[in-house]
């Protein structure tokens, strides 16, 4: 009993002066009996309810640990610098999630973005945007896989519709360039430039992004 009541008292004067290098830390939500919360691993609670799990430097979140938020928002995931940065799960207040590359508290990298509703997004982003390589399957069976560009299709693409037929080619800005692709059937047969009916295939995938754009908001 004494020997341990040694090291309670060891610890605590250990810790002691780590108070005074960093109180905002050192609060009363703080276990830092555990981990001083300065450096190691421990938790913190702020008065606002949002709860911090996980390893600290120099007071700050960085490395492994979990952010609740009081709306019950998670992330589960790397920190650096009290930022999410790296690897990292995100859970929305909606069903959302996030799975994927963080920096500087944005997505950015390679991740995947699934909707509640079954929607997803596979591949690249850059500052919370689509940008890059990457897939986008609706939970109806649409599908555009390709290259993407400020959460717009912008560059080469597939474009598929739930009856399977395609558009392969070039988009610009969301639209597809005309002339410069080429429109199937289910069947796989190709359709012939004449033939093909660009303004609906304009308006086709101008619509397929204002969907996009609207349940992006997240």
């Known amino acids: 009993m004494s020997s341990l009541y040694t090291l309670k008292q060891q610890a605590y004067f250990m810790c002691m002066p780590l108070f005074f290098i960093a109180p905002q830390v050192l609060a009363d939500g703080c276990d830092w009996f555990f981990s001083n919360c300065t450096n190691g691993k421990g938790t913190y609670t ?36 009290n930022k999410l940065e790296g690897h990292g799960t995100r859970t929305y207040l909606s069903g959302d999630v996030y799975t994927g590359e963080w920096k500087n508290n944005k997505e950015e990298g390679q991740g995947t973005f699934t909707w509640k509703n079954g929607d997803k997004y596979a591949g690249e982003f850059k500052d919370d945007n689509f940008e890059g390589s990457g897939t ?29 037929s395609k558009y392969i080619g070039e988009f610009y800005n969301g639209k597809p360039i005309e002339g410069r692709g080429t429109m199937y059937l289910a069947n796989g047969s190709p359709v012939s430039n004449e033939e093909t009916d660009w303004g609906e295939i304009i308006d086709w995938a101008l619509r397929i992004g204002a969907v996009i754009s609207a349940i992006n908001g997240h």
């Open 136 to 164: 986008f399957t609706w939970a109806n069976g649409k599908k555009y896989t390709g290259e993407w560009k400020a959460n717009k299709f912008n560059g080469q693409g597939t474009l598929v519709k739930e009856d399977g």
């Open 46 to 81: 702020w008065p606002d309810g949002k709860k911090y799990i996980g390893e600290w430097k120099n007071s700050k979140r960085d490395g492994q640990g979990t952010n609740i938020m009081p709306n019950g928002e998670k992330y589960v995931g790397e920190f650096k610098n």
